[in-house]
């Protein structure tokens, strides 16, 4: 039986005084929510912030990138053991902005991924196609070069200590929601094709749906048989909403 899992990804939002309460009040609605997990990934500047308020609670923390090298003259990057120093447990890899803004391609992130691995992190490794790709037809396609970016390059069992989240990119940010049924459809085509490569794994996979979650819509996306849970962006920062919507996983 798989735990849900709910990572609230803030972006480049926050700041000292709004966290302290953000981090407070979502602290106070998830104490009690045993039956799943629960982290947010937070700039880098407030990773000290989030440990020091979320230490020893089942409110986990992490970063949303990192550097594909363990230390050195690259300026403006952060390494890995840079976000274990601060108790991290989870960072998020290839989200759709990393890739469209900052031309992350697949072989970076699939470098990223094994940074994080080395240094005892999970990432939560992002797939998804844009509008144009889903409208052309190409979803598993584009899906599926997106996962054997890592599965090719490092097999199945890397996933074993990783959790793959679906976010359809014309999803993110936009109000726009994959229906469950779309979004369990994708869920799906990736259970099968890690399974391609080990069943078990898959089995056992924790895949996320990513791409306006809302309180509103959490039950129904997160009671279909592939969904895992949610990688959640804009309702994360709003306390009421993000603690709905962990609750909705229980
Ligand atoms: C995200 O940033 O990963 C995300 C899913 O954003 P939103 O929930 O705002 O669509």
Redesign the pocket.
């Known amino acids: 039986m798989r735990r849900k899992l709910v990572v609230g990804?803030w972006?480049m939002y926050g700041g000292l005084v709004a966290n302290q309460a953000l981090l407070q009040d979502v602290l106070n609605g998830v104490s009690e929510l045993v039956k799943a997990d629960y982290a947010v990934c937070v700039p880098f500047p407030y990773l000290s912030q989030a440990q020091t308020l979320l230490a020893g609670s089942n409110l986990a923390w992490g970063a949303q990138n990192l550097s594909t090298q363990q230390e050195g003259a690259y300026t403006g990057e952060v390494a890995a053991g840079m976000l274990t120093d601060f108790g991290c447990t989870v960072v998020i890899i290839g989200?759709s902005?990393r890739r469209g803004l900052f031309h992350e391609s697949n072989e970076i992130t699939a470098e990223k991924f094994e940074a994080a691995q080395k240094a005892g992190l999970k990432p939560i490794f992002?797939v998804g196609e844009t509008l144009a790709e889903r409208e052309s037809g190409v979803t598993e396609q584009v899906v599926a070069g997106q996962l054997d970016a890592v599965l090719v390059r490092f097999g199945a069992t890397v996933l074993k200590n990783a959790v793959v989240?679906y976010?359809p990119v014309w999803?993110?940010?936009?109000g726009k929601t994959a229906s469950a049924d779309q979004a369990q459809a994708v869920h799906a085509f990736i259970r099968q094709r890690v399974a391609g490569y080990d069943a078990g794994v898959a089995q056992n996979l924790c895949i996320l749906y990513?791409?306006?979650?809302k309180p509103g819509n959490a039950v129904e996306l997160f009671s279909m048989p592939d969904i895992d849970g949610g990688?959640?962006?804009?309702?994360?920062l709003v306390a009421n909403d993000f603690v709905a919507i962990c609750k909705a996983a229980q």
């Open positions: 990804n972006k989200h902005e992002c989240a976010e999803a993110i940010g936009t990513g791409g306006s979650v990688l959640i962006g804009g309702a994360s």
